[in-house]
């Protein structure tokens, strides 16, 4: 029996999500090549809505494109490029097409990508945006104007990891008090980290699906540490990136053991590979999480 992600959010299976993005250009068979070896492996696929402010094909038609390949896509939608009127245009096609699940965020700002002289929109924050889509699910815009076929969209959202981020803690309540059915966070390498940040969400009682980045190279994991706001790369993770032969198989090697420890603390896992998933289904078989 197929079940549906929100389905499976509410059962007490062990999730595994994945993150792809679409290309930059029009040519898809590459991404859609790349995530087919995930069939069978990831519960759900989220779309990327131009990851780090770098132009993308939409989040929106790509999802389709997976959709139609038979995988359960989680579409990525920021606040960053579309004012209210766009985004609730893009929600109803979205939901038009077959689109179920989506992931609501802020988005990165236009600096940060290959765009730097866009202006950022921001008409609406992530809280806001929870806030319109369920409006929608009740069959009036944003307007208070009644739609001719509302919505039912299963609507997560993001967050850091940081057990001491105070304002990071209140927006987190904020999104789930308005909607957010699930949450996915940053990535992970410090599980003690992360265990006192589920103790001080535990009282939210929403599905929380960790962060993954395998690392790479230690010049990767130094810049996590340097460069990304709320990631703890803890000294024995540095240590024996620096000191491997082969330090993409030790990075997934560290991997799967992060995996292990987040199985007691989450409800699932957000693997975010710098690059293909070439290497995901050896890391779930590495965690000890075999094909559904």
Known sequence: ????????????KFLVTVE?????GTRFSAPVEDVSQLKGVADALNVTDNQCSIMHMSSL?????????????????????????????????????GIRNICLMTGDYPTC???PGSKPVYDLDSVQLIELVRKLDSGI???????DGGTSFCAGAVSGIDPENTMQLIKLEKKVRCGAEFIQTQAVYDVGMFEEFMEAVNHLEVPIIAGLIPLKSLVMAEYMNKNISGI??????MLRMKDA?????EGLSIASET???????????????????????????MAGISEK
Request: glycine letters at 6%.
């Open 232 to 237: 703890h790369v803890p000294e024995e993770t």
């Open 259 to 285: 995996i292990k420890e987040l199985i007691k603390l989450s409800r699932g896992i957000h693997i975010m590979p710098i690059g293909s998933h070439k290497n995901t289904p050896k890391l779930l078989s």
């Open 141 to 147: 815009d944003l307007a208070g104007k009644k739609l």
């Open 61 to 97: 038609a790509f999802s389709k494109l997976l959709l139609d390949q038979g995988h359960e896509p989680v579409m990525q939608l920021t606040c960053r490029d579309r004012n209210r009127i766009g985004l609730q245009s893009d929600l109803l096609g979205a939901y038009a097409l």
């Open 245 to 249: 032969v082969s330090p993409i198989e």
């Open 20 to 24: 792809v993005s679409p290309p930059k």
């Open 1 to 12: 029996m197929h079940f549906n992600f929100r389905e499976k959010l509410n059962s007490r």
């Open 113 to 115: 990508g290959d765009h």
